[in-house]
């Protein structure tokens, strides 16, 4: 069994007073995609906010690369190279594909030649944003901003990606273009943890799988199998 990259230890999480997820325990492996499945409001978005430090997790632990995040803020944990692509593009628009590129590495100190070699990398994964790269991100396609959303997060060259329904609201050419590059990002060594409402898309590629409902975790285990257990059906039957 690899390394844990990520490991997320019998946490509670929720927004005040609400608990939203209970006593939920997750690992990511170096090097894998893992695929967090589940209906909507099954707490996915809320468990990728704690582990990248929006939401403080109120019991349990949150370890990432040895070292426990679960109380570390937002910008010490992107520095740590946990990196998530939330739901809904945050770029910004006023500005062109290339300053938002340049503001993805915003205090890395990159060498140039480090810099220019991550922007080569993003335009080959995404010759699109090269074409582009003097237009305005919001006057973009949603697929193209969601592809510069994912672009400016590999700018920081993340350990671990958090990818949160990367293909929301993207057409079937553009969803494969999408997976084409978490695959190809996982073939350069970047481990992903994705959150997708393309379940069976999303078992595809994954190498494991773990299924949400109503806060918990009900099923986990290589993806192949989830794609075929009575567990996945039931999250997605459940009202
Ligand atoms: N900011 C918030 N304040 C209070 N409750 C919230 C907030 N965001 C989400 N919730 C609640 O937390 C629960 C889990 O929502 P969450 O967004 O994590 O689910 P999800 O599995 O990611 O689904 P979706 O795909 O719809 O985002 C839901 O009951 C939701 O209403």
Redesign the pocket.
């Known amino acids: 069994m690899a390394d844990k990259l990520l490991s997320v230890e019998t946490v509670d999480v929720g927004?005040g007073h609400?608990g939203?997820i209970e006593n939920l325990s997750l690992a990511v492996p170096k090097g894998a995609v893992v695929a967090l499945v589940?209906r909507?409001?099954?707490?996915?978005?809320?468990l990728l906010r704690a582990v990248s430090g929006l939401l403080t997790p109120s019991k349990g632990r949150i370890v990432f690369d040895g070292r426990d995040i679960g109380r570390a803020k937002p910008h010490a944990i992107v520095d740590a190279g946990l990196l998530h692509v939330a739901?809904g593009r945050r770029l910004f628009r006023s500005q062109t594909v290339d300053d938002n590129l340049e503001l993805g590495a915003y205090g890395t100190s990159l060498s140039k030649a480090d810099f220019a070699g991550r922007v080569e990398r993003v335009h080959e994964l995404f010759p699109i944003l090269k074409e582009k790269r003097h237009d305005l991100a919001g006057a973009l396609s949603g697929g193209q901003q969601q592809m510069l959303a994912i672009a400016q997060a590999m700018m920081r060259d993340p350990k671990l990606l958090m990818l949160d329904?990367p293909s929301l609201g993207l057409s079937p050419l553009l969803v494969d273009q999408v997976f084409a590059a978490i695959l190809s990002l996982r073939g350069s060594g970047t481990t992903i943890l994705l959150?997708e409402q393309l379940v069976e898309r999303a078992l595809e590629i994954a190498d494991a799988a773990y299924v949400?409902q109503n806060g918990r975790v009900i099923a986990n285990g290589p993806a192949a199998e989830i794609a075929k257990s009575e567990a996945l059906k039931t999250a997605y039957m459940a009202v």
């Open positions: 927004y609400v939203v589940g909507n409001g099954a707490g996915k978005s809320t739901e329904e959150v949400m």
